[in-house]
């Protein structure tokens, strides 16, 4: 595939290993976050570990945005699916997340409840010119990246004036989280202090970065003191970034550096943040799976759009669901523990039947960890 | 004087008619349905007899019977239809015991209100996979279930066959250092189907590689009779064919990545809904393993068969209790190819 295998070129990789085995100084610690799934997807699924000296240890960070869903809202899109008329559409990922007591989206489909995966927003849209009988509602999740296809929906929506379609908005945000994570990582703060959990630099999101840029992040040296490298989804970009934070550290040097130039540029994408805006807000406050209640840390749609707001369209209690009490996904969500500390990972908790969210989508650091990489700890 | 009337008064409308309830009724719209178009289509001598089963020769050697249903949506995809794939799928089924796979049963669950022009094209392309196949259709049934309550068609299919003396072949039979055969590329049935399914508008060139296997089994039977183990990576791909057997014969599995064949629009079309191919359907693969010393033999017959031109050797066998099935990738690293976990569900970013 031209513009990826160059990307996953295995004699590149061990130039670049080759560096960094020789550039890890002794006496120095690199424990190094990946913020985004997709990055600690690529981890996984290409074995970088194995490529990477003992000394260089990567922690799995919060950006799965199946994971940090709370199960609490999860639950009340499968309330809302279970109503009539109701078609709720979701990305295939959420499908078997659990919400309250286990239940999930998938489980509600086979009661008789009209859930519909769908691969883009716009095939929702579609379901919903075609079905002007039926209340079509989107399940929006995601960090940036996501959003603002949900924004062009929505005004795509108002301009048809199509009124059986809306959005239950879900959307969050990655600076506020990134935020949350290093001043849970900070010497001294933080739930475990002494769970070896202190960072020494974020590899940063690549696609995230292309709708917001890299200027967002520079709180994370100024603030923080950390290096962090913005590096693409590929196995090289992955490594690449290692290898600039390796340097970075070396030196005391705490900078924002974007590996990833072919895709995000200082600013970002100045449209995809305009229609943001025009049809988002900031929500005082959200919850968070495994980092709690954030503020300023996820979007609503705005008033004005309100009719294609699933949220002021139905009415939607807000539900309270805790997580299962033998469940580490906050932890390993914080980047705390690692999947394989939990104490029901692998074994009461199997993607099969997942108890916490890391352990459904690809991207969730348990999932990864179960599915490509549990055969070292068999090892070990 | 009236001429005596025809046992039909009319023929079936094969071009606008539907399926109707009395298609399945037992009267003498069945029989006209399965005289007119079954029997039309698959006709031999054991279905002419009309009886309620077929008598069939006795034979020497292990028998072999496997049964195997096709629900598949879209019914008519590119390489194939749910016609072909049900002939080829319980002919693969009964190869992989390393049987000469003999007899056919086909039974058809069909919705009321079913083309018939589509039903025709099923049945014929049915009848065109048992000929080539050399395996005749011996027996069938039909059922009409009322609309809504099937989905177009759905074909169940049997099979008998004959294993040939002295061929032993089982997935609880593979040992530490026996080599692993792929027969070709990964992923053309699956991602066919997939690619026309009514939500993805994609244009693709792949095609279905649904084919009969038993030719290409006979072929590496003939030259590498000591082969251990065979399976058709079907659902679950090749993947979960590799866990299972690691899992029956208590063995792990060592693949290299850069091995394992995958056509270029297969891997971008699986790149780009976050699928992996190692766990999308084949419906003309086999998966060989066998001793090592038997590999290159094994694999220069694959490769001299028509449906066996891309075979690989793709890894090996290994001792390991805990029976993972391990991959070196293409990037120097090493993962896991673990059981797939319900469905393939595509990643959000």
């Not at chain 1, 523990?337 to 459904?360: I, Y």
């Not at chain 2, 590498?224 to 064919?241: E, F, K, Q, V, Y």
């Not at chain 2, 359907?281 to 694959?302: C, F, H, M, V, W």
């Amino acid at each position: 595939m031209k513009y990826i295998d160059e990307f996953r070129d295995g004699q590149v990789a061990q130039g670049l290993a080759a560096r960094i085995r020789q550039e890890v100084e002794p006496g120095r610690a690199y424990a190094l976050m990946e913020f985004c799934g997709g990055h600690t997807h690529a981890i996984c699924r290409y074995g970088i570990e194995d490529l990477l000296p003992d000394k260089v240890r990567l922690i799995h960070g919060p950006g799965c945005p199946v994971c940090v869903l709370p199960s609490g809202r999860l639950q009340s899109a499968i309330d809302l699916a279970e109503r009539d008329r109701v078609i709720l559409c979701s990305y295939g990922d959420l499908l078997r997340v659990p919400g309250a007591q286990g239940d999930t989206l998938l489980k509600a489909k086979a009661r008789g409840a009209e859930v519909r995966m769908v691969y883009s927003i716009s095939d929702a849209l579609d379901i919903a010119r075609a079905q002007p009988g039926r209340q079509v509602v989107f399940f929006a999740i995601g960090f940036e990246t996501t959003t603002p296809p949900t924004a062009v929906v929505i005004l795509q929506a108002r301009r048809e004036g199509l009124h059986n379609f809306s959005v239950y908005c879900n959307h969050v945000l990655t600076p506020p989280a990134l935020r949350a994570i290093l001043a849970d990582h900070r010497p001294g703060s933080g739930a475990d202090p002494k769970a070896n959990s202190l960072l020494n630099g974020c590899i940063g999101p690549a696609h995230v970065s292309t709708i917001i840029g890299s200027e967002p992040y520079q709180f994370v040296a100024a603030d923080y003191r950390q290096p962090l490298v913005i590096a693409g989804f590929e196995p090289l970009d992955v490594l690449q970034a290692i290898l600039l934070l390796i340097r970075q550290i070396n030196t005391g040097a705490a900078k924002v550096e974007n590996e990833y130039t072919r895709a995000v540029t200082p600013e970002g994408n100045r449209k995809a943040q305009r229609l943001m805006a025009e049809v988002f807000e900031l929500r005082p406050r959200f919850e968070w799976r495994g980092l709690g209640e954030l503020p300023d840390s996820a979007l609503a749609i705005r008033p004005e759009f309100a009719e294609w707001d699933a949220e002021r369209r139905f009415t939607m209690p807000p539900i309270q669901a805790a997580d299962h009490k033998a469940c580490a996904c906050a932890e390993v969500l914080r980047g705390i523990k690692r999947p394989q500390d939990c104490k029901v990972f692998g074994a009461a908790c199997t993607p099969d039947h997942p108890l916490g969210s890391c352990m459904v989508s690809a991207e969730g650091a348990c999932a990864a960890h179960y599915h490509y990489g549990r055969f070292r700890q068999a090892a070990a | 004087m009236n001429p005596i009337p025809q046992r039909f008064a009319h023929h079936l409308d094969l071009k606008h008619g539907c399926v109707e309830l009395t298609h399945g009724g037992g009267g003498r719209a069945m029989a006209q349905l399965i005289e007119e178009l079954f029997l039309a289509a698959f006709d031999n001598d054991w279905l002419r007899t009309q009886d309620d089963g077929a008598r069939l020769p006795g034979c020497d050697g292990r028998l072999v019977m496997a049964t195997d249903s096709h629900v598949v949506s879209p019914l008519f995809f590119p390489g194939g239809d749910i016609g072909c794939l049900s002939v080829h799928g319980t002919i693969n089924d009964v190869a992989m015991t390393g049987a000469k796979p003999l007899y056919l049963a086909a039974t058809f669950i069909l919705e009321e209100g079913f083309p018939l022009a589509d039903l025709k094209r099923i049945v014929d392309s049915m009848a065109q996979a048992s000929r080539q196949a050399g395996v005749p259709i011996v027996t069938g049934d039909t059922k009409v279930v009322e609309r809504g309550k099937g989905d177009g068609v759905f074909i169940t299919t049997t099979g008998i066959g004959v294993i040939p003396p002295g061929v032993e072949i089982s997935a609880s039979r593979a040992k530490p250092g026996d080599a692993i055969l792929i027969s070709g590329a990964l992923g053309d049935h699956g991602m066919a189907v997939l690619s026309q399914r009514e939500n993805l508008s994609f244009e693709s060139p792949i095609m279905s590689d649904t084919a009969a296997l038993h030719g290409l089994v006979a072929a590496l039977i003939q030259v590498a009779p000591g082969i251990h183990c065979l399976r058709d990576p079907t659902r679950g791909g090749l993947g979960s064919a590799l866990n299972e057997i690691a899992q029956q014969s208590g063995v792990g599995m060592r693949l290299r990545e850069a091995a394992i064949p995958v056509h270029e629009p297969v891997r971008a079309l699986c790149e780009f809904l976050g699928l992996d191919p190692l766990y999308v359907a084949n419906e003309g693969k086999l998966l060989a393993i066998g001793p090592a010393k038997l590999a290159e033999t094994a694999l220069a017959a694959l490769r001299n068969h028509p449906l066996g031109r891309e075979a690989a050797i793709i890894g090996e066998v290994v001792a390991d209790d805990h029976g993972f099935v391990e991959m070196e990738t293409t990037f120097g690293g090493r993962r896991l190819v673990d059981w797939l976990s319900g469905e393939q569900l595509p990643r959000i970013c």
